[in-house]
């Protein structure tokens, strides 16, 4: 009896893995209900409407509107299904594309799904970074880190149920603004694990890991752990609070955040205030606001 339940246990597990695209997903739409239209979004912004009868981890089980056989679409294909709604009164034939699901934070980084093949982000212009998706798992990045120099960016992600999310990042920096005589380009990096509880609508995120420096006369290395807590509020709308901290020879910072995140169509505009505190007693003057945009 007990080699069946740990059977039936190990089936369920694997059964719950690989559901992430449930995020993806009106809540409203019903599989197989044909007395639904279905408003289904690729990665690519191309829209196809009919009714889906199943998903799994692998495909999606479409009959397209007019169609008297079902087609086949692999599920890391798709963006967004909905429900196709045909308003009274169209102002704007656009306000019926779905919005991009929230992926990172603007500081903190989180182990979501990705939202889609490839994506921009820029941070006042700062920090600018183009993503590539090679999976599920996969994302490499490339930019630039203001006048610092390179920025290179790889992470890995999966999720264990469709609410919990686990991730691996490493970014780092050849800054050769930085150089020094004969010495090799400095790099500067940041290593994390993350784990993350919920979903893009609702979610917690924990991260903890390294900031790190390396050149021929300095390996510095500075211990960070990073908290992420946010809902959403609205279509395509989130609020969400950021906090990273970092320590070195026992003298602890805080960065804590508040962000409101607007997203429409393929554009998402996030709007902070950041502030400082040193060791628990001094604070930066006044918040710092901010402001990041990102292109899916």
């Known amino acids: 009896m007990r080699p069946a339940l740990l059977l039936l246990s190990l089936l369920s597990s694997l059964a719950l893995t690989g559901q992430v695209w449930r995020q993806r997903v009106d809540p409203n739409v019903r599989l197989g209900d044909t007395t639904q239209l279905h408003l289904v979004t690729l990665v690519n912004q191309s829209q196809l ?15 397209l509107r007019g169609a008297r056989t079902r087609s086949y679409l692999p599920t890391r ?62 994302q490499l990045g490339i930019g630039l880190a203001g006048p610092l120099g390179l920025l290179l960016t790889q992470r890995f992600r999966t999720s264990v149920t469709e609410w919990l999310h686990l991730g691996l990042s490493n970014e780092f ?23 993350t509880v919920g979903s893009q609508r609702q979610f917690f995120t924990l991260g903890a890991g390294l900031f ?13 752990y990073r908290v992420g807590i946010g809902s959403q509020v609205g279509r395509g709308n989130h609020l969400y609070l950021e906090a990273l901290v970092y320590s070195e020879s026992f003298r602890f910072s805080l960065l804590p955040t508040a962000n409101f995140s607007l997203a429409r169509r393929r554009h998402r505009w996030s709007f902070g205030v950041a502030t400082q505190l040193l060791d628990g007693d001094t604070f930066a003057p006044s918040p710092i606001p901010y402001v990041s945009y990102t292109l899916y």
């Open 49 to 63: 409407l009919g009714v889906v009868y199943a998903i799994s981890a692998d495909s999606i089980d479409l009959q």
């Open 212 to 224: 790190y420096l390396t050149d021929n006369a300095v390996r510095t290395t500075v211990a960070n």
């Open 77 to 138: 294909e798709l963006r967004f299904l909905g429900l196709f709604v045909t308003p009274r009164i169209v102002l704007d034939p656009r306000s019926t594309l779905p919005t991009p699901p929230l992926g990172d934070l603007t500081l903190v980084r989180t182990a979501l799904p990705y939202p889609g093949r490839r994506q921009f982000k820029t941070v006042l212009l700062a920090y600018n970074s183009l993503d590539f998706a090679l999976d599920e798992h996969w």
């Open 173 to 195: 920096i050849y800054a050769p603004v930085l150089k020094y005589g004969e010495d090799p380009f400095p790099v500067l990096g940041d290593a994390t694990s993350l784990l």
